[in-house]
T-cell receptor, first 116, second 112 residues
Framework: AAGVIQSPRHLIKEKRETATLKCYPIPRHDTVYWYQQGPGQDPQFLISFYEKMQSDKGSIPDRFSAQQFSDYHSELNMSSLELGDSALYFC???????????????FGPGTRLTVL | GNSVTQMEGPVTLSEEAFLTINCTYTATGYPSLFWYVQYPGEGLQLLLKATKADDKGSNKGFEATYRKETTSFHLEKGSVQVSDSAVYFCALSYNQGGKLIFGQGTELSVKP
């Protein structure tokens, strides 16, 4: 079965650079979530989109922005990178029945961002 | 606010031992509860879930029962294998389509 696809899998950037992470949800899933997992930490919710509209916002820095496109893929844009942004970034997707979202989220393999 | 608390790890067991990982939650209303597993270097995989009180989620020999009276969702397995070595996360979702709130994770190491 198709899973959530994230690219790139690994990314190395310098401080103050920008990065773009991409997420392709499971086909027919209309909700995308972004999470950040620091070393040895639990995943922290950043932001989510339902039907291309932002549906919830968590502890996402103002330097980060995200959007969901018409084909439901999502991109997380990160600017003015800091050392503390080094983490695993997960995307997850979920589907819906009619206009009722389902509560099970399926995670991608993650993008490991290293800021030097 | 909503939160999840897991027993601290790491937990080290011998193969075929019984496993319990405790998870308690704080939430208003009736959240859905989940266990996710993260193998080394990999993403999070859904292990099991329960959506209402007294529901039992099960998968691959793992079980957890949604206990509203004790606000708990403890993970159990009768006989662990070396391949079960991973980090286990308990999580809740308060609204359908809502964000997941994770516990701090419990690392399990199973020795042959």
């Amino acid at each position: 079965a198709a899973g959530v696809i994230q690219s790139p899998r690994h990314l190395i950037k310098e401080k103050r650079e920008t990065a773009t992470l991409k997420c392709y949800p499971i086909p027919r899933h209309d909700t995308v979530y972004w999470y950040q997992q620091g070393p040895g930490q639990d995943p922290q919710f950043l932001i989510s989109f339902y039907e291309k509209m932002q549906s919830d916002k968590g502890s996402i820095p103002d330097r980060f922005s995200a959007q969901q496109f018409s084909d439901y893929h999502s991109e997380l844009n990160m600017s003015s990178l800091e050392l503390g942004d080094s983490a695993l970034y997960f995307c997850a997707s979920s589907g819906s029945i009619g206009d009722r979202p389902l509560d099970t989220q399926y995670f991608g393999p993650g993008t490991r961002l290293t800021v030097l | 606010g909503n939160s999840v608390t897991q027993m601290e790890g790491p937990v080290t067991l011998s193969e075929e031992a019984f496993l319990t990982i405790n998870c308690t939650y704080t939430a208003t209303g009736y959240p859905s509860l989940f266990w996710y597993v993260q193998y080394p270097g990999e993403g999070l995989q859904l292990l099991l879930k329960a959506t209402k009180a007294d529901d039992k989620g099960s998968n691959k020999g793992f079980e957890a029962t949604y206990r509203k009276e004790t606000t708990s969702f403890h993970l159990e397995k009768g006989s662990v294998q070396v391949s079960d070595s991973a980090v286990y996360f308990c999580a809740l979702s308060y609204n359908q389509g809502g964000k997941l709130i994770f516990g701090q994770g419990t690392e399990l190491s199973v020795k042959p």
